[in-house]
């Protein structure tokens, strides 16, 4: 088991920046690929970012390429989320979740294939 908590979400004028933090607690934390999404009301969960268990590839929504910055610290169990530039569309409940470690697509975009999630934190963007 793993368990995901989220953390740094909030109110941001569009342009602005935010840092979304993913604490992960139970089996060993370097072995997931560790992917960020997002839901807006009304919409489909959606893919933002992944990340390889040791951090050395890394994949984004074309939505987001250039603005944001997917990141882990593996002696702190920690993913994290860099988000510039933030525009109102980036409005959303956004999610860490782990992928299975032992191996499979990459990048892996599908939100149905990863293994545990986080509850969720809050980033909405005004105009």
């Known amino acids: 088991q793993v368990q995901l908590v989220e953390s740094g979400g909030g109110l941001v004028q569009a342009g602005g920046s935010l840092r979304l933090s993913c604490a992960a607690s139970g089996r060993t934390f370097s072995s997931f690929p560790m992917g960020w999404f997002r839901q807006a009301p009304g919409k489909e969960r959606e893919f933002v970012a992944v990340?390889?268990?040791?951090?050395?590839?890394?994949y984004y929504a074309d939505s987001v390429k250039g603005r944001f910055t997917i990141s882990r610290d593996n002696a702190e169990n920690t993913l994290y989320l860099l988000m510039n530039s933030l525009k109102p569309e980036d409005t959303a409940v956004y999610y860490c979740?782990?992928?299975?470690?032992?191996?499979?697509?990459?990048?892996?975009?599908?939100?149905?294939?990863?293994?545990?999630w986080g509850q969720g934190t809050q980033v909405t963007v005004s105009s």
């Open positions: 979740a782990a992928d299975s470690p032992y191996g499979g697509r990459w990048p892996n975009r599908l939100a149905a294939e990863y293994d545990y």
């Open positions: 990340i390889s268990g040791s951090g050395s590839n890394r």
